[in-house]
């Protein structure tokens, strides 16, 4: 179900007031209102960022519920329509009517087979991994021109074989002996898991902002307000 063009106007229009609610409600009782929390993350924010952001979150506000859904692309739509408090991910632009604050950095990582045919040594080098099959995103065109503008430099022409869309899955593949990879990690020493080669991508040196977005009309709301103080790890 999405709204028509009539109904977002009219959705932008109230969205304000009924948002400002709790908090209202909050300063007539002169104490905090809990509720749910929608929040929408890719995979890789789910997995490596949120559990200790939760966990503090849950320790300052234990009346806070939170909804958690997994996203294969980063859609400002999910806040626009309402589906979403907090959009938690990487994104190229910020739209006008949201606003974010950045929340963690990631950065690129080669990943390659540590068993099979292709499998390689501790030492990563880009120009000796030309003829091993290359594991691209598929859904999020725009990881994927970056993983094609990152091997272009290193000229690496790619021979594609397998696609997936979440930097989990890809990992997957890698880990099976597939083929290798340019993914991004949170984590200081990049993706750990068994059966994969893991290198920082040197050159071009790669750092992407993690975003926390929510609508411009959410600014004040208590859950939103929250969410934040328990990202910085204040409280």
């Known amino acids: 179900v999405v709204l028509t063009a009539r109904g977002r106007v009219l959705f932008e229009a109230v969205a304000p007031f009924y948002e400002a609610l709790p908090a209202v409600e909050a300063r007539l009782k002169g104490s905090e209102v809990g509720g749910t929390l ?12 949120m559990p200790r952001w939760l966990r503090r979150l ?22 626009r329509s ?12 910020v739209p006008a009517d949201l606003e974010a604050r950045e929340v963690a950095r990631a950065e690129a990582w080669v990943v390659a087979p ?9 030492r990563l080098r880009l120009g000796a991994l030309k003829s091993v099959p290359f594991i691209a995103y598929q859904s999020d065109r725009t990881l994927k021109g970056l993983q094609l503008a990152a091997l272009a430099q290193h000229e690496v022409a790619p021979v594609e074989a397998f ?26 020493h990049g993706p750990r898991l068994q059966g994969v080669v893991a290198q920082k991508l040197e ?4 750092s992407f902002p993690i975003y926390a977005a929510w ?3 959410s600014r004040g709301s208590p859950l939103i307000e929250a969410a934040l103080q328990a990202a910085s790890g204040g409280g």
């Open 82 to 93: 309402g589906e979403a408090d907090l959009l938690v991910d990487w994104l190229s632009a």
């Open 203 to 206: 050159r071009p040196v790669a």
């Open 58 to 79: 849950k320790a300052q506000r234990p009346d806070i519920a939170v909804a958690l859904t997994e996203l294969r692309v980063a859609d400002p739509a999910v806040l």
């Open 114 to 122: 540590a068993h099979g045919p292709y499998a390689q040594a501790d």
């Open 215 to 217: 609508r411009k009309t």
């Open 163 to 188: 696609w997936a869309d979440t930097s989990d899955t890809i990992l997957g593949f890698v880990a099976a002996g597939l083929g290798f990879s340019l993914v991004p990690s949170l984590e200081p």
């Open 38 to 49: 929608k929040v929408h993350a890719a995979a890789m924010v789910l997995r490596q960022l």
